[in-house]
């Protein structure tokens, strides 16, 4: 690929699998998330936008898998992009591949962490119900989380294979003890005509039919990190079949660990109305005490679901930190030489992390002057992921996809088709995920909820 090989190739498949799985986070993303769904159409919302967003990711990732087959390197859609293009066009689309995924990127981890920091300090109002965190409070916590995950990347870099295997066993877990304590516990159980066909948008200000598709961005913020761990390909053996193959089976393990998480929460989904009037923007630590009748029992799930917030937000700044020293290793970041610098000591690019880690923090300062902006970072990160993913494909697409006809993760005959719908979806998700969840959009939690 014309690259010097720097990094050592210690991560498994299975530790992959792990690294995207840890991204997705799923029971994190989609808790975090829950105020955009339970605004914009309730129980149709939650379970058939996830249904829906989760076919279309694994045709996505699918995509991505057979073009990285073809090209396994860390410098994953932009180099894609640059491959696929021809001579005259490869740096203007590798350029605008690069900036979107390396955006998308940061902006991904800053929103895990500061939504995982509003998480943890809405585990205070189970026991103090008028207690609401003010920015510093929040900006704080959001700090105190990224130095949690960039101490684990510096000083736990080796134990990362471990790291991103126990993240699926964690998440697994914590999905099944959840599941029974819920449909065990709760005092009243909701109808299965609730669950699966109930739809209110009346609280989203949006037209009814409108507000199912502006609600699938919980669906879709949750399902963007598969394409990140592109990003770790020069750290794996054989990554042009390793790599892709996690990429599609993480997808579709997310998808099924969203439905089994989903379905039990709307089963003993409480009073609507007062879940959407927590003041933090985060409702599940209240669901959670509401249903098991105690703060305790409450805490007690939402401390496995900050377990996954933890594996989230390492997950992602490894993924970011290598985003980040493979597009500075081809000239593209000021400062390039710094940035693409592997440390002797640690076998990893040490200050591509500390980069990717002072950007999130400083883009947490945006909170201190407006919360609606902040929040909006859910729509940036999910939009700059997608149409960083949509490019390749799209040139892949107008050239015939001559270029990946050999790959060993071939879509065949399927291709063309696969590609154009993905193509599809991410145009409509870049019009969607522009607009605020409800109506009025100067409301804090108008866009995208709380992450």
Not at 212 to 224: H, S
Not at 402 to 411: C, D, G, Q, Y
Request: charged share 10%; net charge positive; aromatic share 14%.
């Amino acid at each position: 690929m014309g690259y010097k090989a720097e990094l050592p190739r210690n991560l498994s498949m299975l530790s992959v699998l792990g690294l995207s799985f840890a991204i997705m986070a799923t029971p994190f993303g989609l808790g975090a998330t829950f105020f955009v769904s339970l605004t914009d159409g309730q129980s149709v919302t939650v379970i058939w936008g996830w249904v829906l967003v989760s076919l279309i990711s694994i045709a996505i990732a699918a995509s991505l898998a057979e073009i990285c087959a073809v090209y396994p390197t860390a410098g994953g859609v932009y180099y894609w992009s640059a491959m696929l293009s021809t001579k005259k066009w490869a740096p203007i689309a590798s350029w605008v591949t690069g900036w979107l995924t390396l955006v998308g990127n940061w902006t991904v981890t800053t929103s895990i962490n500061f939504s995982g920091a509003q998480m943890i300090l809405s585990a205070i109002t189970l026991w103090k119900e008028d207690f609401v965190p003010n920015a510093y409070q929040t900006v704080l916590m959001f700090w105190a989380v990224m130095l949690v995950c960039f101490l684990v990347n510096i000083f736990g870099a080796k134990y990362l294979d471990l790291i991103n295997k126990a993240c699926i066993y964690w998440t697994s877990g914590s999905v099944l003890i959840i599941l029974i304590t819920l449909l065990s516990m709760a005092p009243t159980k909701r109808s299965g005509a609730y669950v699966f066909a109930h739809y209110e948008a009346s609280a989203s200000g949006w037209p009814s039919g409108w507000a199912f598709f502006v609600g699938l961005l919980q669906a879709a913020y949750t399902l963007t990190g598969y394409g990140m761990v592109a990003a770790m390909c020069e750290e794996v053996q054989e990554p042009e079949r390793e790599v892709p193959k996690a990429m599609v089976v993480s997808v579709v393990a997310a998808g099924v660990t969203g439905v089994i998480f989903l379905v039990p929460i709307l089963f003993v989904l409480p009073d609507v109305q007062v879940l959407l009037a927590v003041a933090s923007g985060q409702p599940l630590g209240l669901l959670f005490k509401l249903v098991t009748g105690s703060a305790a029992g409450g805490f007690g799930l939402l401390f496995l679901i900050l377990g996954v917030l933890f594996f989230a937000g390492v997950g992602a700044l490894t993924a970011s930190s290598r985003c980040t020293y493979a597009f500075a290793r081809d000239g593209a970041i000021p400062g390039s030489r710094i940035w693409s610098r592997v440390d002797k000591r640690f076998d990893f690019p040490l200050w591509g992390l500390v980069l990717s880690t002072v950007i999130d923090c400083l883009l947490g300062l945006i909170y201190f002057g407006s919360t609606a902006a902040f929040n909006s970072f859910t729509g940036v990160a999910t939009i700059c992921l997608g149409t960083s993913y949509g490019i390749p494909i799209l040139i892949s697409l107008l050239r015939g996809r001559k270029m990946v006809k050999n790959s060993s993760f071939s879509l065949g005959r399927f291709g063309f088709a696969i590609n154009c719908l993905t193509i599809v979806w991410l145009l409509l998700a870049t019009v969607l995920f522009c607009m605020p969840v409800a109506l009025p959009a100067s409301h804090p939690s108008a866009w995208c909820g709380t992450s």
